[in-house]
């Protein structure tokens, strides 16, 4: 980890400064490795269980596809063109080059390739995701934040009750419901904000109610567990000793307390993403959102296995990538967590 | 009733009473308007006959809203069921297995819980069919690497116990440890999240039927309502909120009464802590305090003390655990926080301070030069070049070698005793008449301790700052202090210079402090010297002198008033109706007793 020296200009002798920052890189690496070996176990896990998903259905996946109405040559035909009539050790071979070669399959019902339906349609769902997330951290932190300025010590006994109470109701309110409630008040009573477009544009008023929808439950559940860190950051005892400096508030809170709390916040925040992929499924279903979410359980509903595979695959996936992304962060930002390991 | 005087207790009840009504009574009192169909009805908006409205075959929505509590909230306790069981199976199976096979069995659940439930569960219900029964297993078995994983983490905690160490020094077998031993004592947590769990089932159960994946037609529960309503709400939105509002309630109420179980189950601890009022600074003394009381409600902690440290002067303050000697500390620095109040007078110049604990009283994220150069730059008006290097230059002053490497690095990157160094530094930065150091040596060995206490002496010599030094420590005083202040039960009791602390104090109390000092005299065969009985508490009311009843010099006067404090000839003073006098030193002069006790500040107790 290359630490910036600070600006100070007194003579800095280099021996002493090299040699502590390659012992330093050393943790750091190692770090690096556990978390990438993780990466790809879990990766291979998603891909086994993709896999086995569609071995482990009882009956013929095939036959439940194409409905009892199909002709048995149908069956045995796209049973073969599948390749679910060789060994499964083979099929499995198959598979993996194909997730690795891009191949995905085809769809059972339209028999459009797979990828190709995953390239349509995650833009609009990558999209839907990362709005809500800004919008959860930009809202959730300051909220958080200043709400513990309030209610530190037992002061502001109302303001507390006001902030528990409403953002405890708010992250429990799964977000299909708060959806439901949202068309309900702004769409249909008050007709200020689109639903759903049918034409297939997507222009920037259609993204108000799904990323509200989405981000209002895990930015009043980060609010809250930014408000209990920030507390306890501001009754640490390097606060008090900020406090004897007699800092203005500014400093305080900004310099001293907030890069305490972006860890935690981080940390939450990358386990929210997950919750934000998984409910942007239901909430993409609500207003009938062209991204992937519908497309799975379209597929679902179809017993179109391929794109299940596929779709679960990419979720998946994401959801990976994101909690290595918050770890490598959190090693950078945080500088004792590359220590303290499990 | 313990539970019912709180109001989580009484939520929890009201909760409780309507999650039974629901599901008991929903399907009785409405099931069979629920189906009734109403051809003259079909699709119709609010009113009086269908509060709520009627769906496309004229039934009525709240008839079936109420009739579904039963179908949603049972399907959600069975997959909660299906979860706890599963996550029970899989989380206490390390602790009888053999290591390498528990090692995989956790690195697996550590890989599957990092996938969102509600992905798991779309997925297992792909293999196991759409219906109510196969959605329930769907998201109890989603849920599983989660009740795994604290199934896990649980039994690990209680597995490092005494108990259980016991039990397997006897030879215990792992299947009975886990068992006897194990599952017995995570049970509680277990409840609270399994309740928490079945609320977080029940809005999954929703999704999962609101999608079209779970309980299909024509049964119904709460999440297929939400979607046949969704369809008609530009019809009737009331169709649409009314399973909603359902679902939130419920879910409501399964987390108020799992939170109540926590609160049953487990204490809750409420930080407490804040700001106070700035110091001014005074010429003359380096600090002046008069009738310093500091109350967190009922309790006084510190109960009027009145004292003056000089320019220059190392004065130390001592007292055992409780006796106010920090609260002090800390409201001379202005650092008592609410719901702590401050009265009486403070008069104090500049002032630094250096605490207990140097492992937490940097902050951990900051480089250590930009903690310490802030002071000057918010305070002295310096540029950031100019503070960071009378930074380093501190940092040199409390003898830390390299210090601009130093001042570059990470709280973390240094031992405890250059953390304390640091604190002194940054104290430094400006020019303090004052260093309040609280405990500075505790956390410390004993080494350090000396080294930390040197430097203490050399920045106040250099500095011309007064020191005061709170500390349970006599020994630790002495090295130090010129003169020493006792503090018991949240008053001053004694006031005497270090030789006199040595040669022999006139109050009973600080003489059994001294006794209880061990030296490389005292016998080892003997148990060390302690003082019987126990210190009053702040929030106890005290007539007389607050250590009369542990006092072996106590007489009927000592427990009824309170000895005023009186100085004596040369400087010092005590608070004692018979001070020991036999042990040389100059008398101590005593007012009359009859002196009105009304005039005494020390006599006002709350």
Not at chain 1, 256 to 261: C, F, K, Q, V
Not at chain 2, 87 to 100: D, F, H, K
Not at chain 2, 135 to 164: C, E, H, N, W
Not at chain 2, 530 to 541: D, K, L, N, Q, Y
Request: glycine share 10%; with cysteine; proline share 7%.
């Amino acid at each position: 980890m290359a630490v910036p020296s600070p600006p100070l200009d007194h003579p800095v002798p280099p021996p002493t400064e090299a040699a502590p920052a390659r012992e330093r890189r050393h943790p750091w690496v190692a770090y690096l490795a556990r978390r990438l070996l993780r990466f790809v176990l879990s990766m291979a896990l998603l891909i086994t269980a993709t896999f086995g998903m569609v071995h482990v259905i009882p009956g013929d996946p095939v036959r439940a596809a194409l409905g009892v109405t199909a002709s048995p040559e149908l069956v045995a035909a796209r049973t073969h063109e599948l390749g679910l009539d060789l060994p499964v050790w083979q099929q499995y071979a198959r598979y993996v080059a194909g997730v690795f070669g891009g191949d995905l399959g085809s769809s059972m019902v339209s028999g459009l390739p797979v990828a190709q339906t995953i390239a349509d349609r995650l833009p609009y769902t990558v999209m839907l995701a990362l709005v809500a997330f800004a919008v959860v951290m930009i809202t959730a932190v300051p909220l958080g934040m200043a709400a513990a300025a309030w209610t530190r010590g037992s002061r502001g006994r109302a303001a507390e009750l006001l902030f528990t109470g409403a953002s405890g109701l708010l992250a429990v309110v799964p977000e299909f419901l708060l959806a439901v409630a949202m068309i309900v008040v702004f769409a249909v009573t008050w007709e200020l904000l689109p639903v759903a477009n049918v034409s297939g544009s997507v222009t920037p008023s259609y993204y108000v109610l799904p990323t509200l929808a989405l981000a209002v439950g895990p930015a009043a559940a980060l609010a809250r567990i930014v408000r209990v860190e920030a507390l306890a950051v501001l009754s640490s005892d390097y606060m008090r000793t900020a406090r004897a400096k007699r800092l203005p508030a500014r400093l305080l809170y900004l310099r001293h307390a907030l890069p305490n709390l972006l860890t935690g916040a981080l940390t939450i925040g990358g386990l929210l993403i997950s919750g934000l992929v998984a409910g942007s499924v239901l909430v993409e279903n609500v207003f009938v959102w062209p991204g992937l979410g519908s497309a799975l359980v379209d597929a679902i509903k179809a017993k179109d296995f391929p794109v299940v595979q596929g779709v679960v695959l990419v979720y998946g996936s994401a959801v990976l990538l994101v909690n290595l992304a918050v770890d490598v962060a959190l090693g950078r930002l945080d500088p004792r967590s590359t220590i303290k390991e499990d | 009733m313990r539970g019912l005087k709180n109001p989580l207790g009484i939520a929890a009840l009201v909760s409780l009473v309507f999650l039974l009504f629901m599901v008991v009574l929903g399907p009785i009192l409405w099931g069979e308007e629920a189906v009734r169909t109403d051809t003259m009805a079909l699709t119709q908006g609010v009113s009086a006959a269908h509060p709520m409205g009627t769906d496309g075959l004229g039934r009525d929505v709240l008839a079936r809203v109420m009739a579904a509590s039963r179908s949603s909230v049972g399907l959600a306790l069975l997959a909660t069921a299906v979860a706890v069981a599963g996550g029970l199976l899989l989380g206490a199976l390390p602790a009888v297995l053999g290591r390498r096979a528990a090692g995989l069995l956790n690195g697996f659940v550590s890989l599957v819980v990092a996938f969102p439930g509600l992905l798991i569960a779309l997925v297992l219900a792909v293999v196991l069919g759409s219906g109510g029964r196969s959605a329930a297993f769907a998201i109890g078995l989603a849920s599983v690497p989660a009740f795994a994983r604290l199934t896990q983490t649980l039994a690990a905690s209680v597995a490092g116990r005494d108990f259980v160490a016991a039990a397997r020094v006897l030879g215990v077998g792992r299947a009975r440890m886990l068992f006897r031993h194990i599952l017995p004592n995570i049970g509680e947590p277990l409840i609270v999240q399994a309740t928490l769990g079945a609320g977080g089932a029940l809005l999954a159960f929703a999704a999962l039927s609101f999608l079209g994946l779970g309980v299909q037609a024509p049964d119904y529960d709460w999440g297929l309502l939400l979607n046949e309503g969704l369809n008609r709400v530009y019809v009737n939105p009331a169709a649409a909120l009314a399973p909603g509002i359902a679902v939130v309630l419920a879910g409501l109420a399964f987390n108020i009464l799992g939170e109540y179980a926590a609160q049953v189950f487990g204490g809750r601890d409420t930080i407490a802590r804040a700001e106070g009022r700035s110091a001014r600074p005074v010429p003359g003394d380096a600090l002046i305090v008069r009738d310093l009381r500091v109350s967190f409600g009922p309790a006084v902690p510190v109960k009027g003390v009145s004292f003056t440290v000089a320019p220059g002067e190392r004065v130390g303050l001592v007292g055992e655990s409780g006796s106010g000697k920090s609260l002090t500390a800390l409201a001379v620095a202005g650092l008592v926080e609410p719901p702590g109040v401050v009265t009486g007078t403070i008069e104090a110049g500049e002032t630094a301070m250096v605490f207990q604990d140097p492992m937490t009283s940097l902050n951990p994220a900051l480089r250590v030069g930009t903690q310490i150069a802030e002071v000057a730059t918010t305070h002295q008006r310096l540029s950031r070049r100019d503070a960071a290097r009378r930074a380093v230059a501190r940092l040199a002053d409390v003898h830390i070698g390299a210090p601009a490497r130093v001042a570059g690095q990470y709280p973390h990157e240094l031992s405890g005793g250059m953390r304390q160094r640091a604190m002194i530094a940054m104290g430094l930065m400006g020019a303090p008449r004052l260093i309040v150091a609280d405990e500075p040596t505790t956390a410390l060995d004993v080494t350090v301790q000396k080294q930390i206490l040197d430097l203490l002496r050399e920045a106040s010599t250099t500095s011309g700052a007064a020191v005061l030094l709170i500390s349970h420590d006599l020994a630790v005083v002495a090295q130090l202090c010129s003169r020493v202040l006792v503090m018991y039960a949240g008053v001053i009791v004694e006031d005497l210079t270090t030789e006199r602390l040595v040669a022999g104090p006139a109050h009973p109390y600080t003489r059994a402090l001294l006794a209880s000092v061990p030296d490389m005299s005292a016998d080892r065969s003997l148990p060390l010297a302690t003082i019987h009985g126990r210190m009053p508490s702040p929030a106890e009311p005290v007539t007389g002198c607050p250590f009369a009843p542990r006092c072996p010099r106590a007489d009927e006067r000592c427990l009824t008033a309170m000895p005023p404090f009186t100085s004596a000839s040369g400087g010092g003073g005590v608070a004692c109706w018979h001070p020991v006098r036999e042990t040389g030193g100059g008398p101590v002069t005593r007012p009359d007793e009859e002196a009105p006790d009304e005039e005494d500040p020390m006599r006002r107790t709350r």
